[in-house]
């Protein structure tokens, strides 16, 4: 069983990872214009990274919804 606590850490991993994309591809068109060749590879793979993992978080996030509204649903649990 998945528990909540899992999606919910999955949940807030999406949006950190989503930022820090969002904040490396920035910094990789502030690089580029300040012709900062070494940065603004730094930068890039960063991003690349942080969308990679985005994708990951992501692809995981959706087998934990799935596999967690597969389960039958507990006894004791009130819904």
């Not at 528990?3 to 990789?28: K, T």
């Not at 012709?35 to 087998?63: K, P």
Request: charged share 15%.
């Amino acid at each position: 069983m998945v528990s909540r606590r899992l999606i919910l850490v999955l949940v807030a991993a999406a949006v950190v990872l989503l930022v820090s994309f969002a904040v490396a591809s920035a910094m990789v068109l502030l690089l580029d214009e300040l012709v900062d060749a070494g940065g603004a590879l730094l930068a890039r793979r960063l991003a690349v990274a942080c969308l990679a993992a985005l994708v990951v978080d992501l692809i995981c996030l959706l087998l934990a919804i799935g596999v967690h509204s597969a389960d039958p649903p507990d006894d004791n649990e009130q819904t």
